[in-house]
């Protein structure tokens, strides 16, 4: 049976910062993953011709801290690409409404509600509410419903309504002023998860696929679903709710119960880079429907190409291939032969309800002073700082 100081089951952000943690502490590392590369979110294609694309996170913020520290640790400080301002477009079936960012939310929005609702910010306080029920306040039920809604859902491709009002959005005081307020990586996010997973001390493992963990002594069993069986001194699970909670279920039947409330919901991506010459859609980071079978749309016109523009859809669940594909050429006015270098990806990421931050506290409670770890964009936030803070601290909490 092979021994590892360290065994992280899931290679995502997550389960690599607290690998990378790990191995820079000098311990032995193995890392399992399910897909085919290590990633996760943090999902690039990069074509034939050079051109590359995102297909699950798409920026980062230089109020991400931890991950500076990351991106440095990993000498891709060179690799850091300005984004370009933003711009926020909402779309009213195939019509593109006029105006962008704030200009766009003036024109959708009722005055009049607004000027009602509004006096209701002063002392309003998130605690206990839903983004639904916080926000409808503040800006009316119309606005809410029919602008802020949709825009707040496109964030996390799926419907916000239900979400902790205090989990969605998150202020962070502190920036890297020596990083561009909003980046990327030359060659997409995904370099970092590639530069953490061939970092010296970890063993990373592709289409590695866990059944359980089982107690063994002072450490644990990690059993692939090969049947191969794992001696580690230390588990962490970076894996969605779902996944971890049947991981734990033999051993950690308490454990897997709590993790188990935590709710899931499906998004279904399909990107392509089009040529520049082919579509006459405004310059359009951000696209958000106003009722859709799409979440949100979003390009990489942020790095902008002479030649290329692509645009990732991110699809609500149960439309088929050819129902994306016929949506998104009558959206941009092409037809599929204009579709290149397209890829399609299935995630699942969390949807968290009120009183998930008991649920956290109960799954931080029942696994304290025991050298296992639950790590994901399931605990504080779905943003990357949210992963490599939650990750960056239970490492020191286990070693």
Known sequence: MKKYDVVVVGGGISGLTFAFQAARAGRSV??????????????????????????????????????????EACGLRGEVLPRAATHLRFLDGDRLVPGSNLAVLLRLFSWWEMVVSLPRLVGAKKEGQTVRSFYSRIVGKRNYETVLGPMLSAVPSQSADAFPAGMLFKSRQTR?????????????????????????????????????????????????EDGERLEAG??????????AARILAEAFPDLSAVVSKVREAEVETMAFAVRSSKTRLPVSMFLVPKSDVFHSVVTRDSVPDPDWRSFSFHFKPGLSRGGRI???????????????ELVERRGVLPSPALGHEETVREVDRLTAGTKLSLLGNWFAGLAIEDCVERSRAEWQRLQ
């Not at 990586?185 to 089982?214: H, K, T, Y």
């Not at 230390?234 to 996944?243: K, N, T």
Request: charged share 20%; glycine share 12%; hydrophobic share 40%.
């Open 234 to 243: 230390a588990v962490a699970l970076a894996s969605g709710p779902a996944s």
């Open 30 to 71: 193995l890392v399992l993953e399910r897909d085919a590369r290590p990633g996760g979110c943090l999902s690039s294609h990069r074509g034939s011709s050079g051109y590359w694309f995102e297909l699950g996170a798409h920026t980062c913020y230089n109020s991400y801290t931890g991950f500076a520290e990351l991106v």
């Open 176 to 224: 890297r002023k020596d990083f561009p307020r909003s980046f990327t990586l030359r060659g997409g996010l995904q370099s970092i998860a590639e530069r953490m997973a061939s970092e010296p001390g970890i063993e990373f493992a592709a289409g590695r696929a866990v059944a359980r963990l089982e107690k063994a002594g002072a450490g644990f069993t990690v059993v692939a």
């Open 326 to 340: 016929e949506r998104a050429t009558r959206l941009l006015g092409l037809v599929p032969a204009d579709l290149e």
